[in-house]
Structures are given as C-alpha cells and as structure tokens.
C-alpha cells in the first residue's frame, strides 16, 4: 500500500460537483457584475423591464403574425402557446420547488439595476424560460422566423444576470425549462411539418418556368387577392383569371381548354370544382389555399405562393386519390370530406351567417343553432340494417389524430374511405360531442369507425341533405360512395 494515498479523502464525484456549484454559481454572477459591457448599458435594462408579464413576446407575436402568412401566423400562436405553457410551470412548480433567495446587489453597478426589484424568489428565471419558450415555439413553426427572435431571446435571457436580479443557473435553468415547453406542446399539438404527407406516390409532371402554360382561376369570394398578386409575382408568365363564385365553374372549363396545367385559388369548395374538370380534362391541378381552412391544400402539404411555385417551376408533384358520390340525378367527387345528417345543416346554416359576421364566428352560431333545434336523426340502411344516424362522415383517406390536435391525413393515396357513423339517440349534442372525443377509437357507444373502398346508403328518408367540401345539396334515396385510387395529379414540392 502506498503510504502517500489519503484514504479518508472523499473522492471527487456527482454529490462533490453539485456542492461546488453554488459556489461557481456566485463567481460566474460577480464576475459579470464586475466586467465592463460595452453598448450593453442602454439596452439590457429597458429590454429586461419589456419583457415583463410577457409584453415583448405578444408584441414579437403581433408583428410575426402581422405578415399575413399561414406559416407566420402559426409560429406567432405556437409561440405564444408555448411561453404560456412554460409561465405556468415556472409560476406552480418551479419557483415553490427551489425557494432560492435572490442575488446581493452590492457588486451591480446602479446604472444597471431596475428600478423595481422582482420579489419572487430566484430560481428558475421565468423570464428567461419565457423568451426561451417563445423563440422555440416560433422556430418548430418557422425556422426562418425563429433565427430572427433568437438573438432577441438571447439577449432578454442575458440581461436577467447583467442586471443583478438572477444568477446564471437561474436563466440556464429557466430557458431549458422553456424549450422543454415548447417541445411537450409540440408533442400535444404537432407542427405542421409533423402533419405534412409523404411525397408519394410521385408523378411525372411539366415543369413551367415562370409559371407559363399555367392557368389559375382565381375566386374573388375567397378573398383571394394578396395570394394572386404574390403568385403573380412568382410566375410571371402565368395567366390568371379573377372571377364571381357563381362564374368559378365556366371560367376553368374555359381555362382547361387552353391550359398545360389547370390552377385554382379558392377554398375548398372552389378546389373541388376545379379537380372535377381537371379529372374530366385529364390535366393536373396546381392548388393555391386561399379559403378560411383549405383543408386540402394543407393536407398535400402546399401552404402558399411559395411552395406552389416551386413546385411548379420544378415540375414536382404527387398522385393522388379523389372520391366519389352518386345520389339519385346527382354525382360529383370529394377530396376532403362528404357526409350526412347534422353536418349539412350546419354547413348551410353556417353559410347563412358567414356573410355578416365571418367565418369562424358562424361556424359557432351555427352549431348551437343547429344542435338546440328539436329534429329527429335521419333514416338510412347501413350494412343491411335499417338504422337512425345523426351524422354519416365519410372522408377521403383515412383521418390520424395526434396528440390533441385534429384529426388530418398523412396518406392522400391510401385507398381507403374512413367512415365514422353516429348512431341516433337522445341528445344529440351530447353524442357529437362524445364521438369527436373517441375519435382515435374504431369503436365506441356513440360511434363507429370503419375502412372501405366503397359504400351504399339505401332508404334515406326525404328531405335528406348531404355535404362534399364544404357544399350542400340534396340527397336522394340512395348514395353511393367509391374511390378513384390515385386518379388526380397534384402539384406540390417533394422537399415538403
């Protein structure tokens, strides 16, 4: 035995490393009291007192949203969801874990404090969690946005120290906490990266630089217009055509006669007319979102004028499958959606007020209206058995929930119908809303969910309506519905 080894020494590990942090906690936090920040003087305090009660981020978020993008818009709110997310773990958990008093002002110079001290106590720093969580947010939704807030951040985290009112543990505490904020929302509401289908199956489509063999009807009630002038701008040679709703139908039919590629700027509805005639006119559609959901558009993974032209000066894009309903003298095709019983009434009623008070707060009226009113389910024979229905939804590819966001597809050519029946009962409401909550279940009390190719409704009862993206018509005794596998080519970028 060596004689020189002390054996009552402790040996250096995990518990003697955490006993010297506080410590090099306090020589780290005079250390920067001490050293001379140049230009910093100025900046960091008024940055500092900004970002109290999250005052800086709503503004950051105003101004973000402020660019009118889907994808802006949607990085402002994560943003925001996601600092509110982190305040509130700071506020219950974080700050009545670890009563840690605040830092000694003495060695801070006066010029740099606040001139009102925070009383909480130290650790974590729910500023820095905050604009931690807030640039997070923002960058999961938008990279580009987020390396514009990042710098900002940065700056409001470093401040907490520079102006004496935490200690650096606190703000490298505080902004892990806010990252893992904004990713555990991002696991219960997923981006819309998360949600984008896979680019396939591929198709081979022209490419058209600057957009020319490319006619794009474009629907004025959609408030289409920003959206056509970016487009514009994009791909100048492209021919555009403005017009009524009612006139959406005879102008692509006009614009599919001398197209290389047939374009439509709408919402959903809009889309719809304009897949018809290009499945009828065998050409593929280029899809600019410009509706209140845009659901399909979305869904393929196409969110502006941006992603459109690049796609199509690339000649990129997928197949993709289309539905189809026949219903007495009526046929026509789904890309999203079609369904009867209460959803129809909702649509045609919430299109009666959508005019006067918009879009969203129509959408609300009209459910209370329609699920208030005293009216029985609809009849219909479902797999041979003659059965009440409040609501038949059949859409076109099968519908994935994740984490709490709404149902989407990840799959726009998997063949399948994903029907969802809610039987007819009691309480309408009640069971509409117990169905949307068992949505992810293929079986519950209050519906059912199955996977087909093809499905026929007999013996509806009359008066009966049924809906298709978003429109409304009259249903007759039968319907048929039945997929077209990959019949529709869709431009769209392969990198998305």
Not at 168 to 175: E, Q
Not at 202 to 219: C, F, S, Y
């Amino acid at each position: 035995m060596n004689p020189d080894i002390d054996l009552t020494a402790p040996r250096a590990g995990l518990r003697s490393l955490l006993r010297g942090l506080p410590a090099l906690d306090h020589r780290l936090f005079a250390t920067a009291a001490g050293r001379h920040w140049p230009a910093a003087g100025p900046v960091l305090p008024r940055l500092s007192r900004a970002a109290d009660h999250g005052v800086l981020w709503g503004a950051a978020a105003a101004a973000i949203a402020a660019t009118r993008t889907p994808r802006a818009r949607r990085a402002a709110v994560r943003g925001l969801a996601s600092l509110a997310l982190a305040s509130l773990t700071v506020n219950t958990l974080g700050k009545r874990s670890v009563r840690r008093p605040r830092p000694a002002l003495d060695g801070v110079p006066v010029v740099r404090r606040l001139g009102r001290q925070p009383v909480t106590t130290s650790f974590p720093s729910g500023h820095a969690a905050s604009a931690a969580a807030f640039a997070t947010g923002v960058a999961l939704e938008s990279p580009a946005w987020g390396a514009a807030v990042a710098p900002l951040a940065l700056s409001v985290a470093v401040s907490r120290v520079y102006t004496g009112v935490h200690f650096p543990s606190d703000v490298l505490a505080g902004a892990a906490l806010g990252a893992g904020a904004a990713l555990v929302l991002r696991s219960l509401v997923p981006t819309r990266a998360q949600l984008t289908p896979p680019a396939r199956p591929r198709a081979q489509l022209p490419a058209l630089p600057g957009g020319e063999g490319l006619v794009l009807v474009a629907n004025y009630g959609s408030g289409t217009s920003e959206r056509v002038r970016a487009l514009r701008d994009a791909l100048p040679q492209a021919e555009v055509v403005e017009c009524e709703p009612q006139d959406v139908a005879a102008e692509l039919e006009k614009a599919a006669g001398r197209a290389r590629v047939l374009g439509v700027c709408g919402g959903d509805g809009t889309v719809n007319t304009a897949a018809e005639t290009a499945l009828r006119h065998d050409l593929p559609l280029a899809v600019l979102p410009g509706g209140t959901l845009n659901h399909f558009a979305y869904d393929l993974g196409v969110e502006d004028e941006r992603d459109l032209s690049e796609a199509l000066e690339r000649g990129e894009g997928v197949r993709v499958d289309v539905g189809r309903f026949v219903s007495g003298d009526r046929r026509g095709v789904f890309l999203n959606t079609f369904s009867l019983g209460v959803y129809p009434e909702l649509v045609r009623e919430r299109e009666r007020w959508a005019h006067r008070i918009g879009g969203w707060p129509a959408g609300v009226l009209a459910a209370v209206r329609v699920l208030r009113a005293d009216r029985h389910p609809l009849q219909a024979e479902f797999r041979g058995r003659r059965r009440p229905l409040w609501m038949l939804f059949a859409g076109n590819g099968t519908y994935h929930r994740m984490g709490l966001a709404p149902g989407r597809r990840i799959d726009l050519s998997d063949g399948m119908l994903d029907v969802r029946v809610v039987p007819g009962g009691r309480l309408p409401a009640l069971r509409l809303l117990s169905a949307a909550v068992a949505g992810p279940l293929t079986r519950s009390p209050v519906h059912t969910a199955v996977h087909v190719t093809r499905l026929r409704l007999t013996g509806l009862t009359p008066d009966t309506l049924l809906a298709y993206d978003g429109e409304v018509a009259q249903a007759g005794r039968e319907v048929l519905l039945e997929k077209l596998p990959r019949a529709l080519r869709v431009y769209r970028p392969l990198s998305g």
